[in-house]
């Protein structure tokens, strides 16, 4: 079955510090990756997807992050956060074979101090 | 850009009403879903469409049902409101297409208070 895990539930971290969010998966079938996030009071949206190809996968707002097959993670980092980056950020992993549904992870709150 | 429009930001309802949450979409997406998302829980699936008439449960149905007689339209039905339902609800629709396959988009969220 599949399944994601994000370990931290919140995040601290100062403006323009790095930032790393962690997600693992777990996954029977070909493995199809997101990150959504989330600002206050609003639905999600996309940051950025891995499907196939280059490892590295790079989204809006400079966020980028990495599949790590052997490791079973799929890391989201930026390398200087923004105050406007604070909010809440969900990994998710496509719900099983010939399946369009998806399973979120419990989400990661990034709260960024100026 | 593609729109989800859900017809409600706020909801206040009391215990036994029945509750309907509207969801539209305009880009002629064939998927619809209907997550709720609870602190430390992340989003669970309520139900799934994936074409007009058509629906599937999700990973907690139980209390809910689904409506979907138009393709760009679907709402979530709580016969019965409870204590335990106060919740945000949030509306996602994706397309068949192979290109955007899986991604899904969503609506601003229904937050939900029943008393």
């Known amino acids: 079955a599949q399944s994601v895990t994000q370990l931290d539930s919140q995040v601290p971290v100062f403006e323009e510090a790095p930032v790393e969010l962690r997600c693992n998966y777990s996954?029977?079938?070909?493995?199809?990756l997101f990150w959504y996030v989330q600002y206050p009071n609003q639905g999600l949206q996309l940051l950025l997807k891995?499907?196939?190809?280059?490892?590295l996968v790079k989204g809006i707002n400079g966020f980028e992050a990495e599949f790590n097959k052997s490791q079973t993670s799929f890391h989201l980092r930026k390398p200087s956060v923004h105050i406007s980056d604070t909010a809440e950020y969900f990994c998710?992993?496509?719900?099983?074979?010939?399946?369009?549904?998806?399973?979120f992870g419990t989400g990661t709150r990034l709260q960024v101090f100026p | 850009d593609v729109k989800v429009t859900q017809s409600s930001r706020y909801l206040v309802k009391r215990t036994g009403e029945k509750v309907f949450l509207e969801c539209v979409q305009d880009?002629?997406?064939?998927?619809m879903f209907w997550y709720r998302q609870d602190p430390g829980l992340g989003l669970r699936l309520i139900y799934f469409?994936?074409?007009?008439?058509?629906?599937e449960k999700g990973d907690i149905p139980e209390g809910y049902s689904v409506s979907r007689e138009k393709k760009e339209r679907f709402s979530l039905i709580l016969e019965s409101a409870s204590t335990n339902q106060t919740s945000m609800y949030l509306c996602?629709?994706?397309?068949?297409?192979?290109?955007?396959?899986?991604?899904?988009?969503f609506g601003a969220g229904t937050r939900l208070s029943v008393l």
């Open positions: 891995y499907l196939s190809g280059s490892t």
């Open positions: 996954s029977s079938v070909s493995v199809y």
């Open positions: 880009m002629d997406h064939e998927n």
């Open positions: 998710a992993v496509v719900g099983g074979r010939n399946t369009d549904k998806l399973i």
């Open positions: 469409s994936y074409d007009v008439k058509m629906k």
């Open positions: 996602a629709s994706n397309p068949l297409a192979r290109e955007k396959k899986n991604i899904q988009y």
